[in-house]
């Protein structure tokens, strides 16, 4: 079943630059040019390489002695990193990267992440008994803020074992802490705010710590209290910082997955009757929404070398900006890649999730959550969909995804 997307070259004279507003608002035209042109382009704006074709950030991402990840955290986020003291797992290289990423591999595995299926469920499902109560049986409702932002953020404080009753507060500390990366757009009145909120999400498993090591439990935080790397227990300070990266790592890219789904329901009328007709394809259709639409536009490497990519000279100490949702769009990789086809059958991995040592932890988990997330919605739900056409997409280069959608329901 074949969507065409929007327009696949700009209508103006206008290049890639990720903190152009109309950029932002569509990158992909831009992504396109760019492959044809200067598939490897220094960008003045952000100081930055910018790599757009599959080859290159596949290969770069899977060469971390040239391109490594530590500098990847402070950069992003700036002095708003809640735990500056010890770089989390995302910003380290191999081998440390190597021995903490094994460590919690464990608890991510598909057998584990099988077992949270019925939780899962039952999340969906209470929060959306959560808006009949708020909004009745049928009316209108925010699908990102009523649904999609409380989703992943109880699933995953579950599994943490923090308490879910205050998930809309982590909502907002980890999507401020994360809005750091775009600092340098915002003024002092807004940066004090998301100062605050870093700070209030450090405080928070801080307290979480000192309580947890005193009452160990069945939770994730326990298991990384007890966890031992070469012989040695993780420090309170280590501790923490994992736990607010799995925390971050797990509340925004589901939230914008599960938004970038319902957009696309809404512009392929037919998609959405297919898969609400046929449970089984709500699996296809998530891996080409993260294909086409994917949360994380890019991330970030340094070279520790010279280098060449692409012809492209880059020197040493250069930043590295791997384009992955480009690299989705690549046409020499992807047949008729523009073109949004839930039936496509893959012949190279997806970048949605980067590759090589930090390919991400989570994957199999925002699959299986989103995948019960809307099998529970399509259940009860009679009728859903946007109200408007538009959509504002948050503001941010590197993650994509709905501000806001207001949705039309009745429930069955
Ligand atoms: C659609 C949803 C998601 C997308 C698009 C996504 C994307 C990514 C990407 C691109 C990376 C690689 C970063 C790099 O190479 O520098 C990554 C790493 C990571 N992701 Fe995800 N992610 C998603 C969901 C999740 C979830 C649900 C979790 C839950 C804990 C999670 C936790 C992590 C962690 C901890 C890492 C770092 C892994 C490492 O350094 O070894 N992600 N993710």
Not at 55 to 82: C, H, I, M, R, Y
Not at 389 to 397: F, G, H, N, P, Q
Request: hydrophobic share 40%; glycine share 4%; net charge negative.
């Amino acid at each position: 079943m074949n969507e065409q997307a929007t327009a696949t070259h700009p209508t103006d004279e206008r290049i890639y630059d990720p903190l152009d507003p109309v950029v932002k608002q569509d990158p992909y035209p831009y992504y396109t040019k760019l492959r044809a042109t200067e598939p490897v382009k220094w960008m003045p704006s952000l100081k930055v390489f910018a790599v757009a074709s599959w080859n290159e950030v596949d290969a770069l991402l899977k060469d971390p002695k040239v391109f490594t990840s530590t500098q990847f955290w402070p950069e992003l986020l700036g002095e708003f990193d809640p735990v500056p003291e010890v770089p989390p797992m995302i910003s380290m290289d191999p081998p440390d990267h190597t021995k903490l990423r094994k460590l919690v591999n464990k608890a991510f595995l598909p057998s584990k992440i099988m077992k949270l299926q019925q939780r899962a469920t039952d999340i969906a499902n209470e929060l959306i008994n959560d808006i009949e109560a708020k909004h009745g049986r049928e009316g209108k409702f925010d699908w990102v803020w009523d649904f999609t932002a409380l989703f992943p953020v109880t699933v995953i404080s579950d599994m943490l074992g923090v308490p879910t009753k205050r998930r809309a507060e982590f909502k907002v500390w980890v999507d401020d802490t994360l809005a750091a990366a775009n600092r340098a757009a915002y003024g002092e009145a807004r940066l004090s705010e998301i100062r605050g909120h870093s700070h209030e999400l450090r405080t928070f498993f801080e307290e979480l710590y000192d309580e947890r090591v005193k009452n160990l439990g069945e939770d994730m935080i326990s298991s990384l209290i007890q966890a031992e790397v070469d012989g040695k227990k993780l420090t309170r300070i280590e501790v923490i910082q994992m736990s607010i990266l799995l925390l971050i790592g797990g509340v925004e890219t589901t939230t914008n997955l599960l938004g970038n789904t319902m957009v696309r329901l809404h512009k392929s009328p037919d998609v959405y009757k297919r898969v609400r007709n046929n449970f089984d394809d709500i699996k296809p259709l998530l891996e080409e929404v993260l294909r086409f639409n994917p949360p994380v536009q890019m991330i970030f490497r340094h070279t520790l070398e010279d280098t060449e990519l692409h012809g492209v000279k880059i020197p040493k100490g250069s930043a590295v900006m791997p384009l992955l949702a480009s690299a989705n769009r690549d046409e020499t990789k992807f047949k008729n890649a523009g073109v949004f086809d839930m039936d496509r059958q893959l012949e190279v991995p997806l970048q949605t999730f980067g590759q090589g040592p930090h390919f991400c932890l989570g994957n199999f988990l925002t699959r299986m959550e989103s995948r019960q997330a809307l099998e529970v919605v399509f259940s009860r739900f009679e009728e859903l969909d946007l109200i408007s056409d538009e959509v504002e997409w948050i503001d941010s280069y590197f993650a994509r995804g709905p501000h806001t959608l207001p949705v039309r329901y009745k429930l069955r």
